[in-house]
């Protein structure tokens, strides 16, 4: 069982930077594959990045490709998201999920566990 819970969300104009922080319960953390996801109103859930166990691979939406920057810390149970030159396309709830799947996925089905969501707004 992963218990997960996201921070770092806010109000920030386009251009500007983010972090998101996911903290993660549970003896097994590492052995996670994780990732971002966000939703925007009315749109369904979308896929942002997502991260092996080891951290050594990583999977992008080409929609943030370039921009975000996704990183996990084990030892720590924690992942980030670094959320750079953001535009207003990028305003949703990002999530965070963890997925037994051995290697980065896109897709939602594959994830196990998903956290409460934190508010990204990007202004104009």
């Known amino acids: 069982q992963v218990q997960l819970v996201e921070s770092g969300g806010g109000l920030v104009q386009a251009g500007g930077s983010l972090r998101l922080s996911c903290a993660a319960s549970?003896?097994?953390?590492?052995?996670?594959?994780m990732g971002w996801f966000r939703q925007a109103p009315g749109k369904e859930r979308e896929f942002v990045a997502s991260?092996?166990?080891?951290?050594?691979?990583?999977v992008y939406a080409d929609s943030v490709l370039g921009r975000f920057t996704i990183s996990r810390d084990n030892a720590k149970k924690m992942m980030y998201l670094e959320m750079n030159s953001l535009k207003p396309e990028d305003t949703a709830v990002y999530y965070c999920a963890a997925s037994r799947m051995v290697f980065p996925t896109k897709s939602t089905w594959e994830y196990n566990y998903w956290g409460q969501g934190t508010q990204v707004t990007v202004s104009s």
């Open positions: 549970g003896r097994t953390f590492s052995s996670y594959t």
């Open positions: 991260i092996s166990w080891s951290g050594g691979s990583t």
